[in-house]
């Protein structure tokens, strides 16, 4: 799955999930952006270098962006089963001492699955980024993105967006829209009202348009109330209560403002 539209001026980066398709996919108004698909840890990189560029960025890269603009009104969020980060653990085992990262992995899977596994679990296991071909069936995954749809772990994963969700007791907030340009951001705002509407409104043609097996199809329509992309008051506490999840874990100096527009 790639989108490529070239019809203005203005980058829209997004990472190359079905859940930013969901996005990319559902109005019109989007079609005057130009939409680029990259690895979701490469965004935040393309918008520091273009300034005038929008991007759909893990919500823990605000940590290192501080200074950037966060639409009030876009953002991809969960509390259930439906997920873009998933746990496979294997069977019968006594400790968690590695884990291996799978897929487009980003900051959030890295520091949220490390105070999962210290709030949940008691223990500090280390996270090795896998570069095997093929998936073992004696080692713990955390995969990230569409190879969840693998029909080989497809259904027996744990979403960590559930996990998170019941720990701070808000909507998971994984992904924002995001850019250097405020302008940008507002403009966009504007054109997205009612996204959480519109989406369910158009999941019918858009989910014709992704490639998904029957058994995915199926599993997406049923949880598809745990998904969220509209950014509300409840989203915005939401994030704030993340970033002070990883303060008070020690994995960030200071609790700070984010720059919503």
Request: glycine share 2%; hydrophobic share 40%; charged share 25%.
């Amino acid at each position: 799955m790639r989108l490529f539209y070239f019809m203005n001026n203005t980058n829209f980066y997004i990472p190359q999930n079905i859940f930013s398709a969901f996005v990319a996919l559902t109005t019109p108004a989007l079609s005057n952006y130009n939409f680029i698909t990259k690895n979701a840890s490469l965004i935040t990189r393309e918008l520091n270098n273009d300034k005038e560029a929008i991007g759909l960025i893990p919500s823990c890269e605000l940590i290192n962006n501080k200074n950037i603009f966060v639409s009030s009104k876009i953002a991809i969020s969960f509390d259930g089963l439906l997920s873009n980060s998933y746990f496979y653990f294997k069977p019968n085992q006594k400790e968690l001492s590695t884990i291996f990262l799978r897929g487009d992995v980003t900051l959030n899977e890295v520091l949220l699955s490390k105070i999962l596994f210290s709030e949940l679990y008691s223990t500090d296991p280390e996270f090795v980024i896998d570069t095997k071909e093929k998936l073992s069936d004696v080692d713990n995954y955390i995969i990230v993105g569409n190879e969840n749809l693998d029909p080989r772990v497809f259904g027996k994963g744990m979403s960590l967006s559930d996990e998170i969700a019941e720990l701070i007791d808000f909507p998971y907030v994984n992904f924002v829209v995001a850019s250097y340009n405020q302008e940008k951001i507002e403009k966009l705002n504007k054109a997205m009202l009612n996204l959480d509407e519109i989406v369910e409104e158009n999941l019918d043609k858009i989910i014709k348009k992704i490639d998904l097996s029957t058994d995915s199809e199926k599993f997406i329509r049923e949880n598809f109330n745990s998904v969220y992309f509209e950014m509300t008051s409840n989203e915005m506490d939401a994030l704030k209560e993340l970033i002070k999840l990883l303060y008070y874990h020690g994995l960030i100096e200071d609790i700070f403002e984010i720059s919503f527009a």
